[in-house]
């Protein structure tokens, strides 16, 4: 997975694009704030963890990174669905990688 540049990274963009392709439930569940937070979650599990710098492809770990984003957001007083958060945290990788279904 490489970085994303900053010069062309848009939230925005990002965060539009994560609500357009979710199931109802997981769109009404979350603010775009919200939205943009587990985006900011989950670019530190990856930062943590070296895959920004790596430009080989990664084995994601869907469920270790939903937990990491789960526990994180308790941390910062959020209370997410573990199952709607894994939906957000799904279609922001889509948009990372940029995968388009």
Not at 1 to 30: C, N
Not at 63 to 92: M, Q, S
């Given at each position: 997975?490489?970085?994303?540049?900053?010069?062309?990274?848009?939230?925005?963009?990002?965060?539009?694009?994560?609500?357009?392709?979710?199931?109802?439930?997981?769109?009404?569940?979350?603010?775009?704030?919200?939205?943009?937070?587990?985006t900011?979650?989950?670019?530190?599990?990856?930062?943590?963890?070296?895959?920004?710098?790596?430009?080989?492809?990664?084995?994601?770990?869907?469920?270790?990174?939903?937990?990491?984003?789960?526990?994180?957001?308790?941390?910062?007083?959020?209370?997410?669905?573990?199952d709607?958060?894994?939906?957000?945290?799904?279609?922001?990788?889509?948009?990372?990688?940029?995968?388009?279904?």
């Amino acid at each position: 997975m490489g970085q994303i540049e900053d010069s062309i990274y848009d939230v925005t963009e990002e965060v539009e694009y994560i609500k357009s392709h979710l199931p109802q439930d997981a769109r009404e569940a979350f603010t775009d704030d919200e939205i943009t937070y587990i985006t900011d979650v989950v670019y530190d599990y990856f930062e943590s963890n070296g895959f920004l710098e790596d430009e080989e492809e990664v084995d994601i770990d869907m469920d270790e990174i939903t937990e990491f984003v789960i526990k994180n957001a308790k941390r910062d007083g959020y209370k997410f669905d573990k199952d709607l958060a894994y939906w957000v945290i799904d279609r922001d990788i889509n948009f990372i990688e940029g995968i388009d279904e």
